[in-house]
């Protein structure tokens, strides 16, 4: 069964710091998302992308984030100048429609 | 604004049902999505309503009204690796979905 997968799992870095988070999602799938989830709180939507550019963001995703889909199988988010509360679990999600959206793994970011 | 309720917590016995409500009160409504997230782990897609009415899938099923806002994920002859986090999400406008806190159901033997 096809899955989004991310790299790396784990991540640690310095306050300051640029953080490049990496996926793939499931291939024919047109639909793609970033989500985090700060440890014991919910699930937040970060941003989507359709069609090459960004069709949705959040109020989270501020100037300091970025995604791009440099090839036809990757898709990625760039944190800048990380902060300490930008720890988190960060989740890519991707759907080949409205009814789905799938989850990677995550990557778990620690700000030091 | 959006807001996703559901209870904080929920035990359960082994072999038995388990129902977790989620009311929504959202400013649009383009469907209603339960994931199941283990610690640690990503959440895990389990169904997604768009329609008023019960969609069963083996030992879950997932029931929507628009006209109320609630839904609710049934969970049926329970067991031990079921304990995890129940995610209600909505879908509010365009595709972001917005989460609940979700419901952590503990199953007992």
């Known amino acids: 069964e096809p899955e989004v997968t991310q790299t790396p799992s784990h991540q640690v870095t310095q306050m300051g710091q640029e953080v490049i988070l990496r996926c793939v999602p499931i291939?024919?799938?047109?639909?793609f998302y970033w989500y985090r989830q700060i440890l014991g709180q919910k699930v937040e939507f970060l941003v989507s992308?359709?069609?090459?550019?960004?069709?949705?963001k959040s109020e989270i995703f501020d100037d300091q984030f970025s995604v791009e889909r440099p090839d036809g199988s990757n898709f990625t988010l760039k944190i800048r100048s990380t902060k300490l509360e930008d720890s988190a679990m960060y989740f890519c999600?991707?759907?080949?429609?409205?009814?789905?959206?799938?989850f990677g793994p995550g990557t778990r970011l620690l700000v030091l | 604004g959006q807001n996703i309720d559901q209870p904080t917590e929920m035990t359960a016995t082994e072999g038995a049902i388990v129902q977790i409500n989620c009311t929504y009160q959202?400013?649009?409504?383009?469907?209603l999505f339960w994931y199941q997230q283990h610690a640690g782990e990503a959440p895990t897609f389990l169904s997604y309503?768009?329609?008023?009415g019960l969609e069963e899938k083996g030992r879950f099923s997932s029931f929507l009204s628009r006209s109320k806002g609630y839904s609710y994920l049934l969970l049926k002859e329970l067991q031990m690796k079921d304990s995890a986090s129940y995610l209600c999400?909505?879908?509010?406008?365009?595709?972001?979905?917005?989460f609940g806190g979700g419901t952590r159901v503990l199953v007992k033997p």
């Open positions: 291939s024919n799938h047109l639909y």
């Open positions: 309503n768009v329609l008023d």
């Open positions: 999600a991707s759907g080949g429609g409205a009814e789905t959206q799938y």
């Open positions: 992308f359709y069609n090459n550019e960004i069709s949705e």
């Open positions: 959202t400013s649009g409504f383009n469907g």
């Open positions: 999400a909505v879908k509010a406008a365009g595709n972001k979905l917005t």
